[in-house]
């Protein structure tokens, strides 16, 4: 019953309620990006949404516009020589990441999920199949964000989506929104151009 409907419900009112009580700084954030650099304030990207659906993914831009769209982060030879002056703020803070709050609005994704893969992330996307991970609206934030985010090896990634997938509950939802909050506070897991440093293990 969560899992269907009434977590639906949830993260519509709590996108609305975000999207107003965050506005002064969506609109502050979207001037200082204008005018730090050239290019637009939203940056769009295919990411896969649940059932393996196709969508764009909404975030504050971070870096130049000539940086390859459809690349992830880690793998770029030098990322911070792609990132502008405040998207690394913004990168550190998860900031960034506000906008998706419209992408919950639509129903794109949920507040707390797998966070959604980008389209040509086979290996991610084939280690999620394996768990059911990818039949479930991907999140802003998961079980993944608050016990390593980057600093995660794919396989182990995908076994916390599996894990998540497996344990919906709002009791589950409220461990991962609230572990977030004190993972953004201590900045942990954040590795630009880097990913997995993690040893393998169990849960």
């Known amino acids: 019953m969560y899992n269907n409907y009434l977590k639906r419900f949830l993260d519509f009112i709590l996108s609305i309620i975000g999207i107003i009580v965050l506005s002064p700084i969506l609109i502050l954030v979207a001037l200082i990006i204008k005018l730090d650099s050239k290019g637009p304030i939203i940056f769009k ?3 896969v949404g649940k059932n393996k659906k196709i969508f764009n993914i909404y975030k504050f831009r971070t870096m130049r516009t000539d940086t390859p769209k459809e690349m992830p982060t880690h793998l770029l030879t030098n990322p911070d020589a792609f990132i502008t002056k405040t998207g690394k703020f913004l990168r550190k803070t998860s900031l960034d990441e506000l906008p998706q709050l419209f992408n919950i609005l639509k129903g794109d994704m949920a507040v707390i999920g797998p966070r959604p893969a980008l389209w040509n992330q086979y290996d991610l996307i084939e280690e999620r199949d394996k768990y059911g991970a990818n039949d479930i609206r991907p999140g802003l934030t998961g079980l993944a964000q608050i016990n390593g985010r980057d600093e995660l090896e794919i396989d182990k990634k995908a076994q916390f989506d599996g894990k998540y997938t497996q344990n919906i509950s ?11 909050i004190l993972s953004v506070f ?3 897991g954040v590795i630009e151009g880097g990913t997995g440093s993690l040893p393998k293990g169990d849960d």
């Open 186 to 188: 201590k900045k942990d």
């Open 45 to 47: 990207q295919k990411r």
């Open 170 to 180: 709002l009791v589950m939802d409220g461990k991962c929104f609230f572990g977030t």
